[in-house]
């Protein structure tokens, strides 16, 4: 059985040529192959990356929106280490990137109209 390092730089390799730019994203709702990812939301005062409000309640939704879904750079990621606080791991990539200037976190990418290419689990 592939690990999540092999799967996603398998991944890479097998979509380098076909997006600009390619991201892991690990989160909690269930997607398709092929389905095109809705715009994150972004909370710049929080001390903690994982530091989130929960997908649909009214904190959520208060959060500034993004122009595209956030991603963690593939090219550049390797934080493989688990155990993961998510359920799923996708690959997703798209030809634009978004929001560079908002306070991103270190390796966070965001993807406008971003499609997920790969499950990883």
């Given at each position: ?17 076909e997006?600009?730019?390619?991201g ?13 990812c ?45 155990p ?5 791991c ?11 200037d ?20």
């Amino acid at each position: 059985m592939m690990n999540i390092k092999e799967a996603c730089e398998k991944a890479l390799e097998k979509f380098e040529g076909e997006y600009y730019y390619i991201g892991i994203r690990f989160e909690d709702k269930e997607r398709e192959i092929g389905e095109i990812c809705e715009n994150s939301r972004h909370n710049i005062d929080r001390e903690d990356e994982r530091e989130f409000p929960e997908y649909g309640t009214e904190e959520y939704e208060e959060m500034f929106e993004l122009d595209g879904t956030s991603a963690w750079n593939l090219e550049t990621y390797d934080d493989f280490k688990g155990p993961f606080a998510t359920y799923h791991c996708y690959i997703i990539a798209g030809n634009r990137i978004t929001n560079k200037d908002d306070g991103l976190d270190d390796n966070e990418i965001v993807i406008e109209n971003a499609v997920v290419l790969e499950k990883i689990f």
